[in-house]
């Protein structure tokens, strides 16, 4: 069975540029999760989704960041503009809430803007 | 709120040494899920175990072991005879049901298996 898939797996962009991180859920998989990891923060929580309504976007940082899931097959991430502070590896997630919300993720999109 | 805390920062081990990760891990619902995943070199988050908040029997899956213990709040990781391939950071989360719907992770443990 496929993944989370999440593309691109790495982006080096210059600052001030639009960035575009998408996700393919788990087929059947109701919640999606975007995290960001970085050395000073850890995994933290950015936005997540249920049947593709954003349901908590408090991690979201700034307004630069904005996320959409316009099917229950895809999801992006957007930061427009970007900012080096931004670098970090983005990871996708996906559920199910019938077998208990075990979280499976993605192999991440590493972001360097510069 | 909920908190997660992995105490060990960094641990190192001679290949065939066990090894034990803590968790301790804090809530006041009843209700949740603790999970551990396994960060390798490569960076993919590779899940590992869930368990629930209602069953503390332990597990155990090949040289892999988990305590979960309630009384002390804890969700320890063993791996038994340790192989290099284990080197890894190890992050241990929480999940509360019906609440935020929010995995909190640790801070992870990096753990280096040497030769």
């Known amino acids: 069975d496929a993944g989370v898939i999440q593309s691109p797996r790495h982006e080096v962009t210059e600052m001030g540029q639009e960035v575009t991180l998408r996700c393919k859920p788990i087929s059947g998989h109701d919640y999606l999760f975007w995290y960001r990891q970085t050395m000073m923060r850890g995994l933290e929580l950015l936005i997540y989704?249920?049947?593709?309504?954003?349901?908590?976007d408090s991690g979201m940082p700034e307004d630069r960041f904005s996320a959409k899931m316009p099917n229950a097959s895809f999801s992006t991430l957007k930061i427009q503009p970007s900012e080096p502070r931004d670098s970090a590896v983005y990871f996708c997630?996906?559920?199910?809430?019938?077998?208990?919300?075990?979280?499976?993720f993605g192999e991440g999109s590493w972001l360097t803007v510069v | 709120a909920q908190k997660v805390t992995q105490a060990q920062t960094e641990i190192s081990v001679v290949e065939k040494e066990d090894v034990t990760l803590d968790c301790v891990y804090e809530t006041r619902d009843t209700t949740y899920y603790l999970f551990w995943y396994k960060q390798p070199p490569s960076g993919e988050l590779v899940f590992l175990i869930r368990r629930n908040s209602f069953d503390e029997q332990n597990e155990i899956s090949g040289r892999y072991s988990w305590n979960f213990q309630k009384s002390t709040s804890s969700f320890n990781f063993t791996i038994t005879a340790s192989q290099v391939v284990d080197s890894a950071v190890y992050f241990c989360a929480l999940f509360i049901q019906g609440g935020s719907e929010k995995l909190v992770f640790g801070k992870g443990t990096k753990l280096t298996v040497n030769p």
């Open positions: 997630a996906s559920s199910l809430w019938e077998t208990g919300n075990t979280i499976y």
């Open positions: 989704f249920n049947n593709n309504v954003p349901i908590d």
